[in-house]
Each structure stands twice: as structure tokens, then as C-alpha cells.
């Protein structure tokens, strides 16, 4: 049974930091899977925030470039989004994506002062 958990969600003021982390159980091979991060903003769609491939490639959409990074650890078979310089605007629940397959049931991150 395959599995994705995120965490490290929670209240920051603007400016501030958050790593948020994606634990997966039960996905074969996952080293080969192109991982990703979205979010869906109060009352908004999900959409793509950040992308990693198997071979350690990144893509990000513009809002977030400079200011997010995605990580990858397929020892551990987990994958990370650390968020910098947090803005009002990037509140929302953020989902992990083993792209094309499985996801992550969100976690919140709220960006207020």
C-alpha cells in the first residue's frame, strides 16, 4: 500500500521560513519518479508549485523561484520543499506528488502577521 505524508506545515509570519517534508512508504522504485509539490489556495485550484526529476533536475513556477527549493532523498525515499521569504500569498494546503501516480492528503501553510 502506497503512502505519502507531508509535514511541516503550520502558522509564519511573512518573511519567515518553512521545510515541509513528504515521507512515502510503498512506492517501487522510487528514485526513477519525477516528484513534485502542489498547493490549492482557499477557494482556488491545485497547482504545480515545484518539480524534481530522477536525475536531480528542478523546476519551479515563477512566483515561488528563488524563494522555494525542492529536494530529493531516495535513501530515505522522501522529498523536501524548503520555503524562504514566505509571502501572504503562498498560504495554502500543499500536496506532494509522485507525478503521475500517488498523492499526499496536504498540509496547511498559513502566512500571516
Same mark, same amino acid.
Given at each position: 500500500q502506497? /503512502? $505519502?505524508? /507531508?509535514s511541516g506545515g503550520g502558522l509564519v509570519? &511573512?518573511?519567515?521560513s518553512l521545510r $515541509? @517534508?513528504?515521507a512515502t512508504s510503498g512506492v517501487l522504485l522510487f528514485s526513477g519518479?519525477? $516528484?513534485a509539490w502542489y498547493r490549492? &489556495? &482557499?477557494?482556488?485550484?491545485?497547482?504545480l508549485v515545484a518539480t524534481i526529476n530522477s536525475n536531480g533536475w528542478t523546476n519551479y513556477i515563477? @512566483?515561488?523561484k528563488g524563494r522555494f527549493t525542492i529536494s530529493r532523498d531516495d535513501a530515505k525515499k522522501t522529498f523536501d520543499l524548503q520555503m524562504n521569504a514566505l509571502k501572504p500569498e503562498d498560504t495554502?494546503?500543499?500536496y506532494c506528488h509522485v507525478m503521475g501516480s500517488y498523492w499526499g492528503r496536504g498540509?496547511?501553510?498559513t502566512v500571516d502577521g
Open positions: 502506497v /503512502e $505519502l505524508v /507531508e509570519q &511573512p518573511g519567515g $515541509l @517534508s513528504c519518479h519525477a $516528484l490549492q &489556495p &482557499p477557494g482556488k485550484q491545485r497547482d515563477a @512566483s515561488v495554502a494546503v500543499y498540509t496547511q501553510v
